[in-house]
């Protein structure tokens, strides 16, 4: 096995834990602001939500490109996807990578939603591609149709 397909497994795995963690903790700081001691507090409801944005925007985005990152390295190498779906996510993973300047400035807070929805689109579409092409090299059994 390459190199390059073992080390983008590995970042994969850290890019979906690292998402799905900074998923949970950002709502469970949604969750604590809602508490009716917290809500009537407005400096740590701002902190909060500062707190609570930082796990949600770009603590998702970035992980998440290293997640695409990692599929479509991989794939690109093994060619166990087709070029034009490993190629967007490379770039939708480039756009994963500059999000976390959306701490810095605001201008590039447009990154965020551009990883996110059209990132489940692709993962989608990975999923897909990769069940088909494992069916056409003969990895899984074939699918016999059911008569009634």
């Not at 999923?127 to 009634?148: H, N, Q």
Request: aromatic share 12%.
């Amino acid at each position: 096995m390459a190199p390059a397909v073992v080390a983008g497994s590995s970042i994969a795995l850290f890019g979906g834990f690292a998402t799905s963690w900074n998923m949970i903790a950002s709502a469970c700081v949604l969750w604590a602001m809602a508490g009716a001691a917290i809500a009537q507090n407005p400096v740590l409801t701002q902190a909060l939500y500062y707190l609570q944005f930082a796990f949600g925007s770009p603590g998702f985005s970035v992980p998440m490109g290293l997640l695409i990152a990692g599929i479509s390295v991989s794939a690109l190498f093994a060619k166990i996807l087709p070029r034009w779906i490993a190629v967007f996510g490379i770039l939708l993973a480039i756009c994963g990578a500059i999000s976390w300047f959306t701490l810095l400035t605001r201008s590039t807070l447009l990154l965020i939603p551009l990883v996110r929805f059209p990132g489940f689109l692709w993962l989608m579409l990975c999923g897909f591609s990769l069940s088909r092409s494992r069916a056409a090299r003969g990895a899984l059994p074939a699918v016999e149709k059911l008569t009634v």
